[in-house]
């Protein structure tokens, strides 16, 4: 079993940042995807970016300009920094993780990781 283990969520100022990382809780062969979601209350939950293993990138326009995806290969971590932030951001941010192998002969899984809080107030 694999958990994707997210960190970096808190308590900011509008017009502040943060950086968001999600990492799995052991050695992975590889990871087709990475992305994150999140999920404001009261509202379905919502793509934010993701990114694949060649690098492509896919942004909500809500956050185009913003934020940016990055991934490390090499670790199978993910990272979400978010600049300017508003009170519309405030939400549980999740990642997730498509076609994760943990060897080469395994089949894909999705992965989603337990949520992180973003609060974004003054």
């Known amino acids: 079993q694999v958990q994707l283990v997210e960190s970096g969520g808190g308590l900011v100022q509008p017009g502040g940042s943060l950086r968001l990382s999600c990492a799995p809780s052991?050695?992975?062969?590889?990871?087709?995807?990475m992305g994150w979601y999140r999920q404001a209350p009261g509202k379905q939950r919502e793509l934010v970016a993701d990114i694949t293993s060649g690098g492509r990138v896919n942004y909500a326009d809500s956050v185009k300009g913003r934020f940016t995806i990055s991934r490390d290969n090499a670790k199978n971590t993910v990272y979400l920094q978010m600049s300017s932030l508003t009170p519309e951001d405030t939400a549980v941010y999740y990642c997730?993780?498509?076609?994760?192998?943990?060897?080469?002969?395994?089949?894909?899984?999705?992965?989603w990781g337990k949520g992180t809080l973003v609060t974004v107030s003054s």
């Open positions: 997730n993780a498509q076609g994760v192998r943990v060897a080469p002969w395994s089949s894909g899984m999705d992965y």
């Open positions: 052991r050695s992975i062969f590889s990871i087709s995807a």
